[in-house]
């Protein structure tokens, strides 16, 4: 993860070692992998190890000062040893062992057998080892894990500059056109409001084009409305939410009493959320495939595909990264745009495509000889090529659907046909 700051850019690597009884091959294979990615990184960005290291650091003197004086543990072990080696070949410090807080703060991971240890840890250059000014964990913090929130405080000036979130705009509820008196509702609006036969004779093209977008977008969103967003997660109900409650409640007791007898209690209200959880998202799960029989056996197409689709795919988070030829994570929207232009130059605009041009085979696209203007396209033409759209298609730039074009009132073609 890469991160904008106004004077450096800090770069972010997320690492879970092999654990300590796993062969010397995995160890070295993680630690050859963490050094190229650790190279990898900008040469000027403030580099930051993070993660799950299964390594115990110690105190000892002569580890100073790549590591701290207030480890959780006295003796260094294996993967200790491999850490440090990793932070002192890089000039890097194992930030987490350097402020004193109390004992169970220093944990970060919690064994079935109930010892705790400090096996999570934060590496950082050691150009930039003041930037860290605290690291100690959070055991109130549930993500149903054996591993405590580990909670790291920065101290560094990021970018001021303001990143435009994109927000996905309403879509059309187009399936309400397929009511006859919502289609006639939306029909009659639009045709008081488009622009008569003298305002688009006088006016420039492309305020005649404004004027008729503007009539086109009101008219739909006053008579047909938009699609209401439904939640993602429509089993989670009040019952979720209540044993949800009292197994974080009973962690919490857990933690601070420390005994056998609240630990199985805890352990019986995790079972118990599962299990619940398990039958509401198998009961919801029942109720989309009776949806998706009944749109199939009504021949509704596309929404029973739409729907079947959507089960198989879940939530895919939008992705503004990509990498480079050697597999580097690229994260600047400038390198990105420039990756994708050298991508799509190699791949797509090849050898034939130049040939194409020097062969003198784009003449079909102009014309042999040059000649003539095409004529303006008449009514019948114009209406011909409306009602030829597709439905169902993607928008363009002026964010019209094709159905609100095909549906819409007789004068739409003829202001349609004036645009020239």
């Not at 290291?53 to 260094?76: C, D, L, M, W, Y």
């Not at 609240?262 to 109720?287: C, D, I, N, P, W």
Request: glycine share 6%; net charge neutral; proline share 3%.
């Amino acid at each position: 993860l890469r991160v904008k700051g106004r004077f450096f850019n800090i770069s972010i690597i997320n690492v879970h070692s092999p654990h300590s009884g796993s062969e010397d091959d995995d160890k070295d294979a993680f630690y050859e992998q963490l050094n190229w990615t650790y190279n990898s990184c900008p040469k000027h960005d403030v580099k930051i190890v993070i993660g799950d290291f299964n390594a115990q650091v110690g105190q000892e003197e002569e580890f100073r000062p790549v590591i701290g004086k207030f480890s959780a543990h006295v003796r260094t072990n294996e993967n200790g040893l491999r850490l440090i080696d990793f932070a002192t070949s890089k000039n890097m410090a194992v930030r987490s062992t350097c402020f004193q807080h109390n004992l169970r703060d220093k944990y970060t991971w919690r064994s079935p057998q109930g010892t705790e240890s400090q096996i999570d840890h934060v590496v950082i250059d050691g150009r930039h080892f003041s930037d860290i000014i605290d690291v100690r964990t959070y055991r109130g913090a549930n993500v149903d894990s054996d591993h405590y929130l580990v909670m790291v405080k920065m101290r560094q000036r990021l970018s001021l500059a303001k990143s435009v979130r994109y927000r996905r705009p309403p879509r059309l509820d187009l399936e309400r056109l397929k009511l006859p008196e919502v289609a006639s509702r939306y029909a009659h609006s639009l045709e008081a409001a488009l622009p008569g036969e003298g305002e688009l004779l006088e006016a420039p093209l492309e305020d005649c084009w404004r004027s008729i977008k503007a009539a086109i977008t009101n008219a739909a969103e006053s008579t047909i409305g938009f699609v209401e967003r439904g939640r993602r997660n429509d089993w989670f109900d009040e019952e979720c939410r209540a044993i949800l409650e009292e197994k974080n409640a009973a962690r919490r007791a857990m933690l601070q009493y420390n005994l056998r007898d609240y630990e199985e209690a805890y352990g019986q209200k995790r079972r118990q959320q599962h299990q619940l959880f398990r039958e509401k998202v198998r009961h919801h799960e029942e109720l989309e495939f009776e949806d998706m029989e009944q749109l199939h056996r009504s021949n509704e197409t596309r929404k029973f595909y739409k729907k079947l689709n959507g089960s198989r795919q879940g939530f895919t988070p939008r992705v503004e990264m990509c990498r480079d030829k050697d597999g580097v994570i690229l994260t600047d929207e400038r390198e990105v745009i420039d990756r994708w232009k050298q991508h799509f130059d190699e791949h797509l605009n090849g050898r034939e495509a130049e040939a194409g041009v020097q062969d003198g085979r784009r003449e079909d696209y102009i014309g042999a000889a040059g000649e003539g203007v095409e004529p303006v396209p008449t009514l019948r033409e114009v209406k011909d090529a409306i009602k030829k759209l597709k439905n169902n298609e993607a928008v363009g730039k002026d964010g019209i659907d094709a159905e609100l074009i095909k549906m819409g009132p007789e004068n739409l073609a003829a202001c349609l046909q004036r645009l020239r």
